[in-house]
């Protein structure tokens, strides 16, 4: 997160206060540019397009879209498709389809290295299944 001074409208009247994280922005009308804006206009700027499904989940608000529930939801999917395509058994879904696993990225960052690790047995915690190096 960037921490910055930020003006706002709070009723009706300008203010200016240090926001931390985007949770302090939930009440205030931003009037700025965010600071990945300008990337593309610098000179020495590499832009990648990736795809976002698999390499992209925001985390801006509390709730609802972009929240740390949505975002662990991706990681979950994306999780899945390793260790399907890995030969492992998923446990069932959740109420949302996801499956409930999430692949620590000191044991692989991507499914090529999930496989060659020879998955380990994963470990149960109260999220869902973990798999880890020992």
Same mark, same amino acid.
């Given at each position: 997160?960037?921490?910055?001074?930020?003006?706002?409208?709070?009723?009706?009247?300008?203010?200016?206060?240090?926001?931390?994280?985007?949770?302090?922005?939930?009440?205030?009308?931003?009037?700025?540019?965010? =600071?990945?804006? =300008? +990337?593309?206009?610098?000179?020495?700027?590499?832009?990648? /397009?990736?795809?976002? &499904?698999?390499? @992209?989940?925001?985390?801006?608000?509390?709730?609802?879209?972009?929240?740390?529930?949505?975002?662990?939801?991706?990681?979950?999917?994306?999780?899945?498709?390793?260790? =399907?395509?890995?030969?492992?058994?998923?446990? !069932?879904?959740?109420?949302?389809?996801?499956? !409930?696993?999430?692949?620590?990225?000191? +044991? &692989?960052?991507? /499914?090529?290295? @999930?496989? &060659?690790?020879?998955?380990?047995?994963?470990?149960?915690? /109260?999220?869902?299944?973990?798999?880890?190096? !020992?």
């Amino acid at each position: 997160m960037i921490a910055s001074r930020i003006r706002f409208l709070e009723r009706g009247r300008r203010a200016e206060q240090l926001a931390i994280d985007a949770f302090d922005l939930a009440h205030a009308r931003l009037e700025r540019q965010l =600071a990945f804006d =300008a +990337l593309a206009r610098s000179e020495p700027s590499v832009t990648l /397009e990736v795809e976002r &499904a698999r390499e @992209f989940s925001p985390v801006k608000n509390r709730e609802g879209s972009d929240s740390p529930s949505t975002s662990r939801a991706d990681l979950c999917r994306l999780h899945a498709g390793w260790i =399907a395509a890995a030969g492992v058994a998923l446990p !069932p879904p959740d109420a949302l389809g996801v499956h !409930p696993v999430e692949v620590d990225p000191l +044991l &692989a960052e991507d /499914e090529h290295a @999930f496989k &060659a690790s020879g998955p380990p047995a994963p470990r149960v915690t /109260e999220r869902g299944l973990l798999f880890a190096r !020992p």
